[in-house]
């Protein structure tokens, strides 16, 4: 951890960025299949959670000036996206720390999965509630049925079906909550 540390505040010790993320996310239960069919939802590269083609800058910071947290308020808990709004906040994108790598787990059970896609379902969407009804669209039973079986047979994973519609039911349940009033808070 003092090197991951270390890199993470490099770029800003060194005045390049006033704030920071790492590219070199990596999973930390890679061999557990809900957690490999989490990176095949999110198009992530295997073992990563992020593609291969990530960006250099993002919105969410993994390090900041605490004098530019502090002029900010920090961020604002709106669930799942409460990261992101700390960028908005403070007017850039947090940028990308060469170097440091650090591990994350992905959901490993359906159990958690269901819960987690629940808690982003109830995040808010760039639209109001016309985004919530686009992601209940998308996290419908026939659409999850068509991509689960799309990207199982792309991805020779016959798991992630059954993965698709446990986390698109949660998504849905989400949305759906937060579309008739419910906390966007886990």
Same mark, same amino acid.
Request: with cysteine.
């Given at each position: 951890?003092?090197?991951?540390?270390?890199?993470?505040?490099?770029?800003?010790?060194?005045?390049?960025?006033?704030? @920071?993320?790492?590219?070199?996310?990596?999973?930390?239960?890679?061999?557990?299949?809900?957690?490999?069919?989490?990176?095949?939802?999110?198009?992530?590269?295997?073992?990563? =959670?992020?593609?291969?083609?990530?960006?250099?800058?993002?919105?969410?910071? =993994?390090?900041?000036?605490?004098?530019?947290?502090? =002029?900010?308020? &920090?961020?604002?808990?709106?669930?799942?996206?409460?990261?992101? @709004?700390?960028?908005?906040?403070?007017?850039?994108?947090?940028?990308?720390?060469?170097?440091?790598? $650090?591990?994350?787990?992905?959901?490993?059970?359906?159990?958690?999965?269901?819960?987690?896609?629940?808690?982003?379902?109830?995040?808010?969407?760039?639209?109001?509630?016309?985004?919530?009804?686009?992601?209940?669209? =998308?996290?419908? $039973?026939? *659409?999850?049925?068509?991509?689960?079986?799309?990207?199982?047979?792309?991805?020779?994973?016959?798991?992630?079906?059954? $993965?698709?519609?446990?986390?698109? #039911?949660? *998504? #849905?349940?989400?949305?759906?909550?937060?579309?008739? &009033?419910?906390?966007?808070?886990?």
């Amino acid at each position: 951890a003092p090197l991951f540390l270390e890199k993470l505040i490099d770029p800003i010790e060194k005045g390049v960025a006033k704030g @920071t993320f790492s590219k070199d996310e990596l999973v930390s239960n890679n061999e557990n299949v809900w957690s490999i069919c989490w990176g095949i939802n999110e198009s992530w590269e295997k073992g990563k =959670r992020h593609p291969a083609n990530y960006p250099v800058e993002q919105k969410v910071f =993994r390090a900041i000036l605490k004098s530019e947290f502090d =002029r900010v308020n &920090g961020f604002d808990a709106t669930g799942y996206t409460d990261d992101w @709004t700390l960028s908005d906040k403070v007017g850039y994108l947090a940028v990308s720390a060469p170097g440091a790598v $650090f591990h994350h787990e992905n959901p490993g059970t359906l159990g958690e999965v269901f819960t987690q896609a629940k808690w982003i379902g109830k995040r808010l969407y760039k639209f109001g509630p016309i985004g919530k009804i686009v992601a209940l669209a =998308r996290a419908s $039973f026939p *659409v999850s049925i068509v991509i689960g079986l799309w990207k199982s047979i792309i991805n020779f994973n016959f798991s992630f079906l059954i $993965f698709k519609l446990v986390y698109d #039911f949660g *998504v #849905f349940l989400g949305a759906l909550t937060s579309l008739f &009033g419910g906390s966007s808070a886990k």
